[in-house]
């Protein structure tokens, strides 16, 4: 293997926790920190590209396996580097249903997602251009998202686990109160869109029975007096005909409802039972699963999420292929920071045609690792950042205390049902609960 400026010469993993509050969902409860894992590719000729994916000890350890075979590949040659790492882990090769765990555990998608980041990075750094650019163009300088609501037990995670500060104004202060009630919930919503000009709303879902949820969102619509896009996600865990009794009352009222049962053939038999927009990031979670998607008609928006979907260019592809079957596009989220938050900002300023305003757990997370602090998310959108690359560079302090903390909290994964259990006891993850 011939070394050039563009080999790789190492590989830095630091993994991270970042204070996150208890929200509630489908599984359980947000324990008091969120794992993530901070991956750094620094070439021969020292260009350094970074990148984020969820944390966990397994996906870690994988990564540090698979290094030796990775330096000296070339980072503008990234089908190289899929190709090894996909050999590495055979039997991962192109995931779990999703559908079927609470939350993604697939290790190749992952790996591949943080090694494709960070190498589009240094393409970026190395020709003086931004990701968007080599994703095909910047088509828009404002990435619009979404304010992601929650049911919340009362406190702000990290190291306070569930005090509260009683001298927090505005969001911060929505953002440790307890959020449980109609109006705790209402609370929140008109916090996060004066906080952050949200122009739609969705409500994470799955935790209460169905009547409370859906007299939740309701009282929601109303109280943005009907005008704001709004989605709802039960995460699946309603029987068919508990989603067919409930998405008739949502009927002309949400912009789309979200995995309301699980699996393709239910979400295509409630469909046909109920004409309301259907979204998933549940029952096609793959490039595998979009045969059985096209063929029943499971969901009419898709919803990507770049370190599921193995990057930022597959990310782009699945785009297209939605484009050709008349399906919508939008992203998931899960409780990232500025780096992740970044390759989704590339992703939606490189769309041809945006779709729906992505999601996103950002002002869950009160820390960053990026130089310069959270990216402002500004009128409901994020800015491009103007440098090469992705933009954003790790603050070197920050990291190191973020590194800190996962060394301090004990957790190298995420479990929600264990963190539920401490609270009752009876608490057990189903994949139907109404």
């Known amino acids: ?27 359980g409860v947000h324990a008091p920190f969120a794992l993530r894992i901070i991956l750094e590719v620094i070439t021969e000729g020292g260009v350094t590209g970074i990148s984020e994916i969820p944390g966990n000890k397994e996906t870690e350890e994988a990564i540090l ?13 990234p089908n190289h580097i899929l190709r090894t790492v996909a050999s590495t882990f055979p039997d991962q090769s192109d995931g779990e249903n999703r559908g079927g765990a609470p939350w993604d555990q697939r290790i190749v998608v992952h790996i591949f997602s943080a090694l494709e980041v960070a190498c589009l990075d240094i393409m970026g750094k190395e020709l003086n251009c931004r990701v968007s650019d080599l994703l095909g163009g910047t088509m828009r300088e404002q990435v619009p998202f979404a304010a992601y609501l929650f049911y919340k037990f009362k406190g702000a995670g990290g190291q306070f686990g569930y005090e509260l500060d009683s001298n927090a104004t505005g969001w911060d202060k929505a953002r440790q109160a307890e959020a449980t009630s109609t109006s705790g919930i209402i609370d929140q919503a ?11 709303i969705k409500l994470k879902g799955g935790f209460f029975p169905p009547d409370k949820e859906v007299e939740d969102t309701l009282a929601i619509h109303k109280a943005f007096d009907g005008t704001m896009p709004l989605r709802y996600d039960p995460n699946a865990v309603w029987s068919l005909e508990t989603g067919i009794k409930w998405a008739k009352v949502f009927k002309g009222k949400l912009e789309y409802l979200e995995d309301p049962v699980r699996g393709q053939k239910n979400m295509a038999l409630l469909k046909k039972e109920v004409n309301i927009p259907l979204a ?45 079957f ?29 779709d729906h305003e992505f999601d996103t757990h ?5 820390e960053d690792v990026i130089v310069g602090g959270k990216l402002k998310v500004e009128e409901g959108c994020v800015t491009l950042p103007t440098g090469p690359g992705l933009g954003v560079e790790i603050d070197r302090i920050q990291l190191q205390k973020l590194h800190q903390n996962y060394l301090d909290c004990g ?4 479990d929600d049902e264990a963190e539920m259990q401490k609270l009752d006891p009876n608490w057990k993850i189903v994949d139907t609960r109404y």
Request: with cysteine; charged share 15%.
């Open 411 to 414: 957790l190298t994964r995420r």
């Open 190 to 200: 008109v916090a996060m869109c004066e906080a952050f000009g949200y122009k739609s």
């Open 280 to 324: 998933t990031n549940m029952c096609t979670t793959s490039f595998k699963d979009l045969p059985g998607s096209l063929q029943v008609h499971s969901e009419d928006i898709i919803l990507s999420d770049h370190h599921f979907w193995g990057g930022l260019r597959s990310t782009m592809e699945l785009y297209k292929i939605c484009k050709t």
């Open 65 to 77: 396996r698979i290094k030796p075979e990775l330096i000296g590949l070339d980072v503008f040659q």
């Open 362 to 366: 950002y002002p869950w997370q009160n």
């Open 326 to 354: 008349g399906r919508g596009f939008s992203m998931h989220s899960n409780s990232h920071l500025g780096i992740s938050m970044a390759g989704m900002v590339h992703i939606g300023a490189a769309l041809p045609v945006f």
């Open 1 to 27: 293997m011939t070394k050039t400026s563009h080999s790789i010469k190492d590989i830095i993993v630091t993994p991270i926790a970042v204070g996150d509050p208890p929200l509630l969902n489908c599984v």
